[in-house]
């Protein structure tokens, strides 16, 4: 009975997710997913099953199916926004290492109206990592902080990440040949098996990133926390080089097209999602409470029928 249970909950919940999925308006998928909460007892049977939802919430957020846009609202202007920042050796700079910026206007029929298909070279900077010598390590209270993988599963840490075990100053940075990396910017592993884990963390501070991390800064007109939700979309693995380490290169991440929102709509977004993460942790802990229940119950009757 319970097995049937299970496999009926698993087909109604991946209908309902790939019906919201494939809903071409948001007020559909919005409607759906209502359904999916209010009947969570019977869709979401185990905490695993969270996951799946925040993943869907993720898919819905980057594909524009999550709030509705507004009419005149468009992301283009931030795009020439960005080129007029630019002054006219940066811009050359820029043609010379990523090359003049391709017609991405091809795809537009797949994305929301007045989003705009972009690559991450066209949205931010890339920062990458310092080696960290054993002899500069455990050090706290010190005005930088140093970031590592380790730091991104510390407790406490999340979308921002607020605490790390190292810390460094000026004397450290120039001797190690760090360069901070800004507030805003997102991090997340880029070498090794921390690839699959999908941690991704906003700096809060001035900071400094290990060689085994990679960071970008977003432009203005980015909301950082917006950049962090689509980074947390993307599945790392599919872009890592095959080897005995597996790896992110810059060039590949670059390639990535995706479709960018007006920065207003961004901020709902975020907002929205920031709102459906809070209930998929109440859920979560819902649902693990359930099962530590279940398993004392389940212990007790055995231990009875034994005596």
Same mark, same amino acid.
């Given at each position: 009975q319970q097995q049937a249970a299970k496999a009926f909950s698993d087909e109604l919940r991946v209908s309902t997710f790939h019906h919201m999925?494939?809903?071409?308006?948001?007020?559909?998928?919005?409607d759906a997913l209502q359904i999916l909460v209010e009947d969570s007892a019977l869709l979401l049977t185990k905490p695993e099953d969270v996951e799946d939802l925040r993943k869907l919430v993720l898919d819905l957020a980057v594909t524009g199916k999550l709030v509705d846009g507004k009419e005149g609202d468009s992301a283009y202007g931030i795009l020439e926004?960005?080129?007029?920042?630019?002054?006219?050796?940066?811009?050359?700079?820029?043609?010379?290492?990523?090359?003049?910026?391709?017609? &991405?206007? !091809?795809?537009?029929?797949?994305? *929301?109206?007045?989003?705009?298909?972009? #690559?991450? @070279?066209?949205?931010?900077?890339w920062s990458g990592g310092s080696g960290f010598p054993k002899k500069f390590q455990?050090?706290?209270?010190?005005?930088?902080s140093f970031c590592k993988v380790s730091d991104l599963?510390?407790?406490?840490?999340?979308?921002?990440?607020?605490?790390?075990?190292?810390?460094?100053?000026k004397s450290i940075l120039k001797q190690i040949k760090a360069k901070l990396i800004d507030?805003?910017?997102?991090?997340?592993?880029?070498?090794?098996?921390?690839?699959?884990?999908?941690?991704?963390?906003?700096?809060?501070?001035?900071?400094?990133?290990?060689?085994?991390?990679?960071?970008?800064?977003p432009f203005e007109g980015i909301s950082p926390e917006w950049l962090y939700y689509l980074l947390q979309s993307i599945d790392m693995v599919k872009y890592q080089k095959?080897?005995?380490?597996?790896?992110?290169?810059?060039?590949? &991440?670059? !390639?990535?097209?995706?479709?960018? *929102?007006?920065?207003?709509?961004?901020? #709902?977004? @975020?907002?929205?999602?920031?709102?459906?993460?809070e209930l998929c942790d109440q859920l979560e802990a819902k649902l693990s409470s359930q099962v530590e229940l279940a398993d004392e119950y389940v212990t007790a009757s055995a231990h009875a029928l034994v005596s």
């Open positions: 999925v494939q809903s071409e308006k948001p007020e559909d998928a919005h926004n960005l080129e007029l920042t630019k002054d006219k050796t940066e811009l050359e700079k820029f043609i010379k290492k990523y090359g003049p910026r391709p017609d &991405l206007s !091809e795809g537009n029929e797949l994305i *929301p109206e007045g989003w705009a298909n972009v #690559r991450f @070279v066209d949205i931010g900077i455990g050090l706290s209270g010190l005005p930088y599963s510390k407790f406490g840490n999340g979308k921002y990440l607020k605490q790390t075990a190292n810390t460094i100053d507030p805003g910017t997102v991090i997340f592993p880029k070498i090794g098996g921390a690839i699959a884990t999908n941690r991704r963390s906003i700096i809060t501070s001035p900071s400094v990133i290990d060689n085994n991390l990679l960071g970008i800064t095959s080897g005995p380490i597996p790896a992110l290169a810059q060039g590949t &991440l670059n !390639e990535i097209i995706f479709g960018l *929102p007006p920065l207003e709509e961004q901020e #709902r977004i @975020v907002a929205r999602v920031d709102e459906l993460m």
